[in-house]
C-alpha cells in the first residue's frame, strides 16, 4: 500500500536550521510532483514548495531565498532544507506526491510537527 512517511521535524530557535525528509513507498507507476505543504492551527494548508519530476522547483513568497526542496528519484524521497527559520515557520509539515494512476490531489504523509522558538 502507498506510505508517505516523513522526518527531519522538531523544535529549533528562530535562526536556526531543519532538514525535512519523505520517503514514498508503495507507488506503482512514476511519481510526478512531489511537494511539502503546512498547516498551522486555525489557518488553511499552503503549499510551501513543489518539485516536478524534471527538477523544476516552486516556492510560496514567505520561504522563498529560505527553504530549498530537492528529490531522490532513485529513492522516492523528496526533502525541504529549511534555513533562517523564523516563528511564523512553526506548523505541522505534510509531503505530497502525485503520480500517474493515483489520487488527483495526492498522496499525503502524517505530517511532522516543527516549531520555531523565538
Known amino acids: 500500500q502507498v506510505r508517505l512517511v516523513e522526518s527531519g521535524g522538531g523544535l529549533v530557535q528562530g535562526g536556526g536550521s531543519l532538514r525535512l525528509s519523505c520517503a514514498a513507498s508503495g507507488i506503482i507507476f512514476g511519481i510526478n510532483t512531489m511537494g511539502w505543504y503546512r498547516q498551522a492551527p486555525g489557518k488553511q494548508r499552503e503549499m510551501v514548495a513543489q518539485i516536478t519530476g524534471g527538477g523544476s522547483t516552486s516556492y510560496a513568497d514567505s520561504v522563498k531565498g529560505r527553504f530549498a526542496i530537492s528529490r531522490d528519484n532513485a529513492k522516492d524521497t523528496v526533502y525541504l532544507q529549511m534555513n533562517s527559520l523564523k516563528v511564523a515557520d512553526t506548523s505541522t509539515y505534510f509531503c505530497?506526491?502525485?503520480?500517474?494512476?493515483?489520487?488527483?490531489?495526492?498522496?499525503w504523509g502524517q505530517g511532522t510537527q516543527v516549531t520555531v522558538s523565538p
Open positions: 505530497n506526491a502525485r503520480a500517474a494512476m493515483g489520487p488527483v490531489s495526492g498522496y
